[in-house]
């Protein structure tokens, strides 16, 4: 190929430039036409390609793997090690230049398809939240920065009402922090996968080298401990802010407390750990916490906060009334303040009615308008506070949601009616993110949510307008951070501004609350239209499924029409998590449908339905039996025996038979339903596969395995690939099916598919778990990515020693296959090293002469061999075959190998006599036990032929005759494709060659 028009861009690291470069070397010397070309081999992006060219950003192991493979050029460690020394340095070098405020020459580029991009998850605090001024904490951040200057070795929490600024205290400490040269970390507790990430992030900034990460959050050792170990040797003082920690449970330890110290929020004398929280009591956070109430404002600081946002608004003392009217909460104020901002751009001015202006424009107009609900906030305030949080709480709501119910009448004198309607509408689902792709012009036209003649341009307007008053948030979700997918574009909004807007819903006519309720109802239903048993479908329902679960739990009584198909949708959603292995939040739904079911007649079939899927979720054993038995008769009655439902309620009614050892009348069922399956649905729909699976299940335990197997391989034939749907137990016996066919790359697939969900679930310690490890390392070595073997089967091998003596039959031969991956992976002074020390241990059981001890020392031999200590190696070989000389025949097969291995070692040594003497003893055996046509027959007579004409016992001529007679016999044993009939073709070429030259410089030629 030619080389890349542009150079390997100077401005990237040296290992990025360095890995850039040797890239292009092995690239040059392929000869690809062109980028595109080695992209289509590599089965990679253009843009990846050309990213990994150029040095502008440092590629992936896959990436780079998959490049080597292209060429034909193996990756080694040696790779391995340029890769992780460039993905190191550009880590570094994009945090430097966010620091500095630069940008890396290739910061625009696209991210890699083959991986998530690093660096897009930012532990940096979000300073475009942090107003000009904080008003009213003086007293309360004077205390925080003596924390930060002289840490205390306390935890410092701040806790309060949700809209209180907990987050903004924290964010005037950080800026102040990073001001004073402080290192600040800034990680988002709001929910699991951001906590957890997050933390990561904060130990790479720190130092902690990929091994380490990759260990802590793998689950081989403490991901908590591995951070803090780094943050309490610290150089550089710093901060670390936990925000959102509204569960604290989730910086807990497993069985620990979120303040005993023992999980991701501690105390230090290194810097200072600051936590918001609605949670406040000394019980969560324990005795080395101090914990800081943020409070509502007073009447003057909340003056000062509207006229920052609205000082043309009105006077000092009008805002001050107004936000005595709020309560002081800062998250009122800033609505408000924002608000009456908006109306002085010129919001609402030209609608009026009845000869009055529509709009709000003064501190005085707000305070009218809001009508007389802040004042049971202000009387409560003054006889000095609430009976509790939650009653505050309760009150703030009603206030704020005055506050939000004036916005949306902004947006009406704008003549965006809409934006009122779909605030109604997301009110009625969670506060979750809510795929726009649910929001259907058609739907809210019939219903009349708006006018018939509103246009897709309208709704656009209504979200980007309660987008630009922050009622809505636009973000994009579904996706998982581990898996390659396509996240949906999604508006989100406060919990408190859904709560408010459904009162306001409940409060409204019936006529326009059904209408509401119908829209979203409907809507949902265009949702569900996606298969929820498909794999490919699952970032769709992960998002829909909160939702579903919100509609059906909060929609009223009264209207069956709405409920029937809400409760439809939620048998689909229940699909989605049993199918995706969410068992829990399963149960939890089919409780929730079933007894929202209970108003639907007996026979409905939606209500059978859903006493199917909660026997399933809740049910065991003769109770479980019997209800299927039940439910199956009311089915076949009311919509026959071949409805999908119906044959849904008849497998499950077959597979119970299982735990009661019934297997023929069990696997009568069972084929049954497949053939009813097959005609009804298709031979590839989900439901017919897992009925394959349940087959093979019972003919395994039947003892017919071959039964089994053709049922696997059936599942194989008729699925795309993705076999998610199936339970953990089919689909690694699949995976076994495909290692067996060769197809290997599917198996992995489906290894690392059960592995990553074993992970979720943290089943780390199980014993299936363990296995997937082990077999994932075998089949990455039958792949001949053996580095990635060896990784795989390292951390098999740390499960595998929990409950296995280091001296046990099992672990010594465990660790024996370590070695040979070792081996494979071009790693033998590690080899050699592993072998030696199960060496040592079998010695103890067994003396020299014990045959493990011999097989172990067999090992031993070539690993030293493959470090190019020919002699060494000899002797340990010559040993071990000296031994078996006292205890076997020449022809034993174990005789045989380990004769022709020291001849292979002594060829290696340059001992060319010796040589021949062990292969000559190994190929007479060979011919007496195995013929002369046999694959190992022939590869000692090549092996002969070399070493022979290496000494001159013969010459080229007849060496030649040699090699073509064993290549055609060679050819026809094992097939011409076979690596042993290319390795004679190629010392027979050689042989050509110099006959070649040894004629054109005869005597006479031309």
């Excluded at 992995?748 to 082990?774: C, G, H, Q, T, V």
Aim: one cysteine or more.
């Amino acid at each position: 190929m030619g080389r890349l028009q542009g150079p390997v861009d100077q401005e990237a690291p040296e290992p990025m430039r360095d890995l850039a470069e040797r890239l292009r070397r092995v690239t040059d010397a392929a000869d690809f036409a062109g980028v595109r070309e080695l992209a289509k081999t590599a089965d990679l992006g253009h843009t990846t390609v050309s990213d990994a060219l150029s040095g502008g950003r440092a590629p992936s192991w896959q990436t780079v793997r998959a490049i080597l493979k292209a060429c034909g050029v193996q990756a080694n460690n040696q790779w391995l090690g340029a890769q992780e020394r460039a993905k190191a340095a550009e880590r570094e070098w994009r945090q430097a230049a966010r620091v500095t405020g630069g940008t890396p020459a290739t910061a625009s580029a696209q991210p890699e398809t083959t991986a998530p991009a690093p660096g897009m998850f930012s532990i940096r605090p979000p300073f475009g939240e942090l107003p000009t001024r904080v008003r009213g904490r003086d007293a309360l951040l004077e205390d925080l920065r003596a924390c930060l200057v002289a840490p205390p070795g306390r935890i410092q929490v701040l806790h309060g009402l949700g809209g209180c600024g907990k987050t903004t205290v924290a964010l005037r400490l950080a800026h102040d922090a990073r001001e004073q040269g402080f290192r600040v970390f800034w990680v988002s507790a709001e929910d699991k996968d951001r906590l957890i990430t997050g933390m990561r992030e904060v130990t790479r900034e720190l130092g902690a080298t990929e091994k380490e990460i990759s260990d802590g959050w793998t689950g081989r050792t403490s991901a908590m401990d591995l951070v803090w170990r780094y943050l309490d040797s610290a150089a550089q003082p710093w901060l670390l802010v936990i925000d959102t920690a509204d569960e604290p449970i989730r910086l807990a330890a497993e069985n620990g407390s979120p303040g005993d110290g023992t999980g991701w929020a501690r105390p230090s004398e290194r810097g200072l750990t600051l936590v918001t929280s609605r949670v406040g009591t000394a019980e969560t956070w324990g005795g080395e916490a101090d914990c800081h109430h943020v409070g509502v404002l007073t009447p003057e600081d909340g003056a000062e906060v509207l006229i920052d946002l609205a000082g043309h608004a009105g006077t000092g003392s009008e805002a001050r009334l107004l936000a005595e009217r709020l309560g002081g909460l800062p998250l009122a104020l800033r609505l408000a303040g924002s608000y009456l901002a908006r109306t002085a751009r010129g919001a609402g001015l030209l609608r009026h009615r009845g000869g009055n202006p529509s709009h709000v424009r003064t501190f005085a107009a707000y305070q009218e308008a809001l009508g007389d609900v802040g004042t049971a906030l202000l009387d409560r305030g003054a006889r000095g506070g609430f009976a509790d949080d939650g009653q505050a709480e309760r009150l703030h709501r009603r206030l704020i949601g005055r506050t939000w119910e004036l916005t949306l009448g902004l947006l009406d004198t704008q003549g965006l009616p809409e934006a009122r309607s779909l605030m109604r509408l997301l009110s009625c689902f969670a506060a979750t993110p809510f795929p726009v792709d649910l929001i259907d012009i058609d739907i809210a036209i019939k219903h009349g949510l708006v006018p018939a003649t509103t246009l897709i341009e309208r709704i656009d307007q209504a979200l980007e307008a309660l987008v630009d008053i922050s009622l809505l948030e636009v973000t994009d979700a579904g996706a998982s951070a581990e898996a390659q997918e396509e996240a949906f574009t999604c508006v989100k909004a406060h919990r408190l501004v859904l709560e408010s807007n459904a009162e306001w819903l409940r409060a409204s006519p019936s006529k326009h609350r059904t209408a509401i309720w119908r829209a979203a109802a409907e809507m949902l239903e265009l949702g569900t239209r996606i298969a929820p048993e498909a794999p490919q479908n699952w970032v769709w329902w992960r998002l829909l499924s909160s939702h579903i679960f919100a509609a059906v739990e909060t929609v009223q009584n009264g209207d069956q029409h709405v409920l029937s198909r809400l409760l439809k949708a939620g048998l689909n959603a229940f699909s989605y998590l049993w199918f995706s292995g969410n068992f829990e939040d399963g149960k939890l739904l089919a409780s929730l449908l079933r007894r929202r079911s209970e108003e639907l007649d007996s026979t409905d079939p939606i209500g059978l339905s859903i006493r199917h899927r909660y026997a399933l979720a809740h049910m065991q054993g003769e109770e479980e039996h019997a209800e299927y038995g039940e439910i199956l008769a009311a089915q076949r009655k009311a919509l026959g025996a071949d409805h999908p439902e119906t044959l849904i309620t008849h497998h499950q009614f077959a597979a119970s038979l299982f735990g009661s050892g019934d297997l023929a009348e069990a696997e009568a069922g069972l084929r049954a339903v497949l053939e009813a399956r097959r005609r009804v649905l298709g031979p590839s729909n989900p439901y017919t596969l897992i009925t394959r699976g349940e087959l093979a299940r019972i003919m395994n335990k039947r003892g017919h395995s071959e039964e089994a197997v053709a049922e696997y391989k059936k599942i194989i034939e008729h699925s795309d690939g993705d076999h998610r749907f199936l339970s953990l137990d089919y689909r690694h016996q699949l995976a076994h099916v495909l290692d067996s066919e060769g197809r290997y790359a599917e198996a992995e697939k489906d290894y690392r598919s059960i592995i990553r969900e074993l992970e979720r679930a943290d089943a780390r310690d199980s014993n299936l778990y363990r296995d997937m490890k082990r077999c994932l390392a075998w089949n990455l070595r039958s792949q001949k990515r053996n580095v990635d073997a060896c990784v795989e089967f390292q951390d098999f091998l740390s499960l595998f020693g929990r409950d296995h003596s280091e001296d046990s039959a099992a672990m010594l031969a465990s660790r024996h296959e370590l070695g040979d991956l070792l081996r494979s992976a071009d790693r033998p002074a590690h080899a050699e090293a592993e072998i030696r020390a199960v060496l040592d241990l079998r010695r103890r059981a067994g003396g020299e002469e014990d045959s493990v001890v011999l097989r172990e020392r067999h090992c031993l031999a070539h690993a030293i061999g493959d470090q190019g200590r020919y002699d060494e190696a000899v002797q340990e070989m010559r040993t071990v075959v000296t031994a078996y000389e006292d205890v076997l025949e020449d022809d034993d097969e174990t005789m045989r190998t380990t004769r022709y291995c020291l001849g292979w070692l002594l060829r290696k040594a340059g001992r060319l006599v010796e040589a021949r003497d062990a292969y000559e003893a190994v190929l007479e055996a060979e011919m007496r036990t195995l013929g002369s046509d046999h694959h190992e027959t022939l590869m000692t007579r090549f092996q002969l032929i070399q070493v022979r004409h290496a000494l001159q016992l013969i010459d080229d001529e007849a060496a030649l005759t040699d090699l073509e007679a064993v290549e055609v016999a060679m050819a026809a044993a094992v097939g011409e494709d076979d690596r042993r009939v290319s390795g004679i073709r190629s010392e027979r070429d050689v042989v050509r060659q110099r006959l070649g030259r040894s004629e054109g410089n005869a005597p006479g030629s031309s």
